[in-house]
């Protein structure tokens, strides 16, 4: 049986387009694999044709709520990548029917198609957890290795990058506001990762460089606690912001209302993943279940986030410029 090459390698990418989806099909398209976008409106993913050649990205129709349409982005496939998350409930978007109930379809489409997959889950996916999001995402990673043992599961820690929806939603704060809430007191650690680095270990993975049926951590270089983030997005942004403990039982109150609007800034669900430590463990770290495992090097915050929350500063790019 003849191996196939990369250049007629097929890889299906659920939630492509989205911000760590186009980083990945980046990644997969300088390696030359043919990839197959699964979005739920290909006709607003012309943003990603420019990152490969000509007819090497294509985009199709797939809803993770619908087996179908899931069936149908697979076919053909010899690996599936599945990105889809959301950050928040609405009516027709459900953490359990999204982060669970579908990752569970794209596991069960793959294993028909005889597919490799590679899930996304997340740090803090715990079923025991006060949040229903890392409920979700621990349930999702549950279905997903009973469907398909060999599916590789990635939990990165928090994701920053060009359209990141952490340092430019504070950073977008701490433009309009003096003050910058603190949850807790903001002891909380995180270990932010680059979205590229991300993407580059997972395009490793459908090289065949993970090991399979193998939950991987992924973390940046720094650790660094919820005031300490603030401080350096503050330094960053060069604005002085007063930073104000707030006790977690009030933020989960301004949530209440906050998870209303359009985009809520915060959700009370979201208060909740703010409560424990977001970092890579030591047990993934001892195993070689991490970026350095795979042999990246994790770029560090500051590398990367003052090139894109420099609009943020008062003069914007031209700082320093003006008499």
Do not use: C
């Not at 504070?170 to 270990?191: E, K």
């Not at 009370?268 to 047990?283: G, T």
């Amino acid at each position: 049986m003849a191996v196939k090459s990369k250049f007629d390698t097929l890889v299906t990418v659920f939630g492509g387009s989205g911000f760590l989806g186009r980083h990945l099909v980046r990644a997969l398209a300088n390696r030359q694999y043919l990839v197959r976008v699964a979005v739920r409106r290909p006709e607003l993913t012309g943003h990603l044709q420019p990152l490969g050649r000509v007819g090497e990205i294509h985009a199709v129709q797939a809803n993770v709520r619908f087996p179908q349409s899931v069936e149908a982005a697979v076919r053909n496939a010899d690996v599936v990548v599945n990105l889809v998350g959301i950050l928040f409930e609405r009516s027709r978007q459900r953490f359990d029917a999204v982060q669970a109930e579908g990752a569970e379809t794209v596991a069960r489409a793959a294993a028909a198609a005889g597919a490799r997959m590679v899930h996304v889950s997340a740090i803090g996916a715990e079923e025991h957890s006060s949040s229903h999001y890392a409920r979700s995402k621990a349930e999702g990673e549950r279905r997903v290795a009973a469907a398909l043992p060999q599916a590789v599961i990635v939990r990165p820690s928090i994701v920053f990058g060009t359209e990141d929806e952490f340092f430019n939603r504070f950073a977008a704060i701490a433009r309009i506001s003096p003050v910058l809430p603190l949850p807790g007191r903001g002891h909380t650690r995180f270990q932010p990762v680059f979205a590229g680095d991300v993407a580059e270990a997972i395009a490793k993975t459908v090289d065949g460089e993970a090991k399979p049926g193998t939950i991987y951590e992924f973390g940046g270089p720094d650790i660094r606690t919820f005031k300490e983030l603030m401080e350096f997005l503050l330094a960053t942004i060069e604005r002085r912001r007063l930073l104000v403990p707030v006790p977690f039982a009030l933020m989960k109150l301004q949530a209440a209302f906050l998870q209303y609007l359009p985009m809520p800034p915060l959700t009370p669900d979201q208060v909740e993943l703010l409560k424990p430590d977001n970092v890579v463990s030591a047990a993934a770290h001892e195993q070689g279940r991490t970026l350095e495992g795979l042999g990246i090097i994790p770029n560090s915050m500051g590398a990367i986030v003052p090139d894109y929350l420099w609009r943020f500063r008062k003069a914007g790019q031209f700082r320093g410029r003006i008499a």
